[in-house]
């Protein structure tokens, strides 16, 4: 089993519509979560992070944590073409590294 | 503040021969870590190094791979008898102190250097 899991997609979302993103992660010892996003030929470049259970909301992206179910997820309210990229997420499972699943690709359509 | 820092951005070679990646942490960042990420793939973990302890080499996929960081800065990654299969696109990230148990830390990645082995 994959330490962190994410499905590869695409996911395709008409503009202004809600696109969620969807992360499971297999080590119950984990502590932090995060959410990267990578253009397409770009370096990965941090989102936002999440340690508590439940929400987290910054502007138009909420993170959500259920660690009972080890799963974590990214909303992005009123998608935008410029939101069309790959959505890594990022598991801490030991106190000095991240474990980065293989990414989510999003696309949103005008 | 200037990021992390990568050179050369892009290294076309030959099959055979070795080939060295620099990276520039951001300043004051005990912690560097390598990827590797393969088209269209997720990033692959390669070598870790924090402040003065010995790195940890867990990912290093073979013998040919070798990184070293001098004076607590700067890396370099060595790939020797460069592979077709080593083609790919490695990236450099550093961190504060490489702790993320609450969230007060995170990796920042350099524009990552793109290795066309022929």
């Known amino acids: 089993q994959k330490e962190v899991e994410q499905n590869s997609g695409p996911l395709s979302v008409p503009e202004g519509a809600i696109a969620s993103l969807n992360c499971t992660y297999s080590?119950?010892?984990?502590?932090?979560f995060f959410w990267y996003r990578q253009y397409s030929g770009k370096s990965p470049e941090l989102i936002m992070f999440?340690?508590?259970?439940g929400d987290k909301e910054d502007g138009r992206f909420t993170a959500q944590l259920n660690k009972a179910s080890q799963y974590v997820s990214l909303l992005i309210r009123d998608s935008q073409p410029s939101d069309s990229a790959t959505y890594l997420c990022?598991?801490?499972?030991?106190?000095?590294?991240?474990?980065f699943g293989t990414g989510t690709r999003l696309q949103v359509f005008p | 503040g200037a990021g992390v820092s990568q050179s050369p951005s892009n290294k076309v070679t030959e099959k055979g021969k070795d080939v060295e990646l620099r990276c520039d942490p951001i300043?004051?960042?005990?912690?560097l870590y390598w990827y590797r990420q393969s088209l269209g793939q997720g990033l692959e973990f390669l070598i870790y190094?924090?402040?003065?302890?010995?790195?940890?080499k867990s990912g290093l996929p073979s013998d040919r791979f070798s990184a070293e960081r001098t004076g607590g800065s700067v890396s370099t990654l060595t790939i020797q008898r460069t592979q077709q299969e080593d083609s790919a696109v490695y990236l450099c990230?550093?961190?504060?102190?490489?702790?993320?148990?609450?969230?007060?830390?995170?990796?920042?990645f350099g524009p990552g250097t793109r290795l066309t082995v022929l």
């Open positions: 990230a550093s961190s504060l102190e490489g702790v993320y148990t609450q969230g007060d830390d995170t990796q920042y």
């Open positions: 080590d119950r010892g984990s502590q932090s």
């Open positions: 999440i340690y508590s259970n």
């Open positions: 990022a598991v801490n499972p030991y106190t000095d590294k991240l474990i």
């Open positions: 300043s004051g960042h005990t912690a």
């Open positions: 190094f924090q402040g003065n302890s010995a790195p940890d």
